[in-house]
Structure formats: C-alpha cells, structure tokens
C-alpha cells in the first residue's frame, strides 16, 4: 500500500496471529513461532531493499554505458571530421600542384612562338 506522507514509498505489512492450546509452555511456543515470524520477516525486508538496490545499481550502470558509448561516438564523429577535413585540405593541394606542374611542363614543351623568334 502508498505510504500516507511519502507517494514515494510503499508500506509493507505483514500480520500473524498465533495461539498455541492443548500444548505444555504454550506461550514459550507463542513467544518462539512470534519471534521467528518477525525474524522472516526483517529478512523479507532485506531481501525487497536488497532487489531494489541492485535496481538502482543495474539502472545507474546502464546509463553509464549510455554515456560512454555516446562520448565514443561523438569523438568518433569529431575525429572523422577532423581526418575528412585534413584528407580533403591535402587533396586540394596536391591538385594544386599538379596543375601548376603540368602548365610548367607544357610552359616548357610548348613550341615557340612566331613573334619569339628571331628575323633573318
């Protein structure tokens, strides 16, 4: 049942009546059964405490991995980034290059002019 102040928590209850007759020592037989009944029941106790801790563990572990692993991806994306820029830098200078290096070559190659050459 919801707890009267706290809608946070549960109230947990347990009842057991016990009446021993017919038997010698009945209330030390009352008294025993009484005192082992509410023994299993703090270790119930435990037990529910001890499943929710290990909720709360579990849940807390997961979303640490879920940080972890969306860290990894955003450096992952920022580092291909990082290398897709630099590749693209580096292929627009080596076309550069080459190019320059191809209007040499043909600068070089290419036949003289009419208007270079010297009259006879």
């Known amino acids: 049942m919801p707890h009267p102040q706290d809608k946070n928590k549960t109230l947990l209850k347990q ?17 025993l059964l009484t005192k082992r009944i509410s023994f299993n029941a703090g270790m ?18 997961a979303n640490t991995a879920v940080k972890s692993t969306d860290e990894l991806l955003s450096q992952t994306r920022r580092q291909i980034d990082d290398i897709t820029i630099k590749t693209k830098r580096g292929m627009d200078d080596l076309q550069h290059a080459a190019k320059k290096s191809l209007d040499e070559i043909h600068t070089l190659t290419a036949p003289p002019s009419p208007q270079s050459m010297p009259k006879l």
């Open 15 to 31: 009842e057991a009546i016990v009446t021993v007759q017919g038997a010698p020592l009945a209330s030390y037989m009352e008294d």
């Open 44 to 61: 119930g106790r435990q037990a529910v405490e001890w499943v929710i801790k290990l909720d709360m563990e579990m849940k807390d572990l």
